[in-house]
């Protein structure tokens, strides 16, 4: 089993749908955990961090953490065309200054 | 908004080439990444470096890589002899903690090995 899972898509949505992005992950010990984005050949761009469970919301973005199920989500609120991007997951146990990142996943909003 | 700095944005080399990547800090940040990302694979650790030296290092980095921050500015890689397969783009990014709250990332240089 891989560490972090993440579809690739690519995710199509026509705009202002709400988009849901997911990650799972298999190692219990990850304790932080980031959504950037990444635009076509361009670095990520740190969008939410978390920490443990729970929720966090910035504007129209939401964060969630379920450990329990070792998945964590990102929510997008009414979805822009300037949304379209890659969406990476990332995780690290703490103790380490290196995360873990998922494949990403493609999103493409439809004007 | 403070940026990380990344040059070149494009670098060809022959194999077996040495190549250093550079890299500007976000000039208030104490802690150093480098990761790569091989086409249509996902981004990974390479080292991070704080204080001075290499606080943790992935089993990709090998004696063929190295980082020093030859001032009180930059940050580079150095790779000694390069091979095909370290074609890939390599992203530094930097923090002013340890990463537990993100890192912020510069724009990468796209490295192709000939």
């Known amino acids: 089993q891989k560490e972090v899972e993440q579809d690739p898509g690519p995710l199509s949505v026509p705009e202002g749908a709400i988009v849901s992005l997911n990650c799972t992950y298999s190692n219990s010990a990850f304790q932080y955990f980031m959504w950037y984005r990444q635009y076509s050949r361009k670095g990520p761009e740190l969008l939410m961090y978390t920490y443990s469970s729970g929720n966090k919301e910035d504007g129209r973005f939401t964060a969630q953490v379920d450990k329990s199920s070792k998945y964590i989500s990102l929510f997008i609120r009414d979805s822009q065309p300037s949304d379209s991007a890659t969406y990476l997951c990332a995780m690290s146990a703490g103790g380490t200054y290196k995360y873990i990142f998922g494949t990403g996943t493609r999103l493409k909003v439809l004007a | 908004e403070p940026e990380v700095t990344q040059t070149p944005s494009h670098q060809v080399t022959q194999m077996g080439q040495e190549v250093i990547l550079r890299c500007v800090p976000i000039s208030n940040h104490l802690y150093f990444y480098w990761y790569r990302q091989i086409l249509g694979q996902k981004v990974e650790f390479l080292v991070s470096f704080y204080n001075n030296e290499i606080s943790e290092k992935s089993e990709i980095f090998d004696d063929q890589f190295s980082v020093e921050r030859p001032d009180g500015s930059n940050f580079t890689l150095k790779i000694r002899s390069t091979k095909l397969e370290d074609s890939a783009m390599y992203f530094c990014?930097?923090?002013?903690?340890?990463?537990?709250?993100?890192?912020?990332f510069g724009s990468g240089t796209r490295l192709t090995v000939v």
């Open positions: 990014a930097s923090s002013e903690a340890d990463g537990r709250y993100g890192y912020t």
